[in-house]
Every structure is written in C-alpha cells, then in structure tokens.
C-alpha cells in the first residue's frame, strides 16, 4: 500500500486562488500540509477570504494580491513566499484572464493583457522561483493551460497564451529535471468564474453540475507531489478523469526530389495518422525524423 500523499514542511504560491481551481488547489494543499501563498488580486478581498479559510481549518496560509503579468510582480510574489515560508517547493500558475471574440476585432489592449497574464506573468514566475528550487534541488511547477490551446476559432489570445504555456512547459520540464524540477500542465475541464458570461446557459449549468473545480484540483496535488516522477507532459483533467495528451507525428511521405506536385498527389500520407508516433519532445521529433536521415551528428 501506498502512503498517503502529503505536503508537510513544504510551501507553495498558487496564482489565482481566490476562486475556482485556483481555490480549490489552495485549500487542497494547505489541508495535506503545506503551507499556501494565496495570490489572487481581486478587488473583493478573494485572497484574504481564502488565507482565512485555510487558517480556519487548521492551516498555514498568507494573501498575495499582485497583478499577475509582470517580471518585477513575479520578483515581489516569489519575495513574499520566501520571506514568509523561507523556501518555495510548489508553483501552480493558475492566474488567467480571457478576452473572447471573433478573431479580427480583438483590441490591441485585450490582446496584449491576456497574453501578459496567461504567459508572460508564468513564464516570469517560474524564473522567480528556479533559483530557490535549484538551490534545493526540488521543485514542482504545473501551469494551468486549457483545450482552447487547440484552437476554437473564438478564443483568440487566450488560445494563443495557452498554447504559449506548452511550449514553456515542455521546454522547462526537460530543463528543470536534472535539477530535480519537474514541470507540468494541465488542460482542466471545471467550472470557473470564467464560464459565469458563457451565453449558453445550459451549458453553464452543465458544467456546474459534472466538472467541479475540486476535481481538477485533486489531480494537480499529485502533479505536485513528492511522488509524481514525470516532467514536461500535458494532461487532461475534469469531472473525475485525467488523461495524458501528446503530439502525435505521422510517419508522412518522403521523397528526395520533392516537387509540390508530389505532394499534391500523396497528401494523403503526409496527413494520414495511422501508425504516428508520440512525440513528446523536440528529441522524439528529430528521432523520428532519423528514420529518414540518419547520421546526425550531436549538437555539443
């Protein structure tokens, strides 16, 4: 048998967290343990209602309310962490805003906050922390991306910014595990303040029914556990499932004198999925393109 799944001594920044998962994984944490730095800046004191809820219950929890979306804002959160707690072992950047609409007339303001929100403000944050956590030598980082990563075709920055979050994910991960930091991300299914505007509301109700934020909650705790053991994946996660999701790369068409008429006719090949491979990596990649060129040489 397993043992339990626990944070004790060790201390997290959750962006976000004064609603919905963000909340959820807060009071999560804080109830196996650790010890919470609730960030959530907005203006109803959410951040400050969380801390005292997770005190309540017997936890350890301070209120951050900086703006996600800036590197000197990353600098004073991951301070404040380390001034209260003295050491950072989690990160959920779960901190997100959304500007949906129909793709040519999204504003240039709306545009630029998502994306310094969604991406810049993680991407700052992680570099905020890598230091205390290579120091340690541990450190668990889960960015919160979403499906709209994939395209919808109403989702505009925010479809952008969270696709931006897999490539950041990817890339650290590889980086950040041989200094024992694993980064991950997941594409949760649950209902958040995000959805309260969504025009459909049985949708809205739907959600609210079958998809709550606890249970995506649930998973990150295991992402950020001692025992997860994997680094730069994506994961699915909602309604009591969890899946992980990869790129996947056709074995495709190949020809050395490839003429756009040659692949007009074998379009189908390239495009056909049937028997593709994983390819988690930039190296999963290039193994895969070796089939075809093999010889490369090493890139030290």
């Not at 994910?169 to 309260?196: E, H, S």
């Not at 025992?227 to 994946?233: K, P, V």
Request: hydrophobic share 45%; with cysteine.
């Amino acid at each position: 048998m397993t043992a339990d799944i626990d944070f004790a001594g060790q201390a997290a920044i959750v962006t976000g967290a004064g609603s919905g998962i963000g909340r959820a994984t807060a009071l999560l944490l804080a109830d196996r343990g650790a010890r919470v730095l609730v960030n959530d800046c907005g203006s109803d004191g959410r951040a400050g209602a969380v801390s005292r809820e997770i005190t309540a219950r017997g936890g350890k929890a301070v209120a951050n309310t900086a703006a996600i979306g800036s590197h000197a804002t990353a600098r004073a959160v991951a301070a404040a962490a380390l001034n209260a707690f003295g050491r950072i072992d989690i990160l959920v950047n779960n901190a997100g805003i959304a500007r949906p609409g129909p793709f040519g007339a999204i504003g240039d303001d709306d545009l630029d906050r998502v994306m310094a929100v969604n991406l810049t403000g993680p991407f700052a944050l992680m570099r905020a922390v890598w230091p205390a956590m290579a120091a340690r030598g541990y450190g668990r980082i889960v960015n919160i991306s979403s499906s709209a990563a994939m395209g919808s075709g109403i989702s505009g920055p925010y479809a952008v910014s969270k696709a931006g979050l897999i490539g950041l994910t990817k890339d650290a991960g590889i980086a950040g595990r041989p200094l024992g930091i694993l980064v991950n991300a997941v594409m949760p299914q649950a209902y958040t303040p995000i959805l309260d505007n969504h025009p459909n509301a049985a949708f809205r109700d739907w959600m609210r029914d079958r998809f709550p934020p606890e249970q995506v909650a649930v998973f990150i705790a295991f992402l950020v556990s001692r025992q997860m053991a994997e680094s730069g994946e994506i994961y699915a996660a909602g309604g009591g499932r969890a899946a992980r999701i990869a790129f996947v790369e056709a074995s495709g068409y190949y020809h050395a004198a490839l003429t756009p008429e040659a692949v007009e006719r074998n379009f189908a090949a390239v495009s056909d999925l049937a028997g593709g491979r994983p390819a988690a990596t930039q190296a999963d990649h290039e193994a895969i393109q070796d089939r075809f060129f093999p010889g490369r040489p090493g890139r030290g």
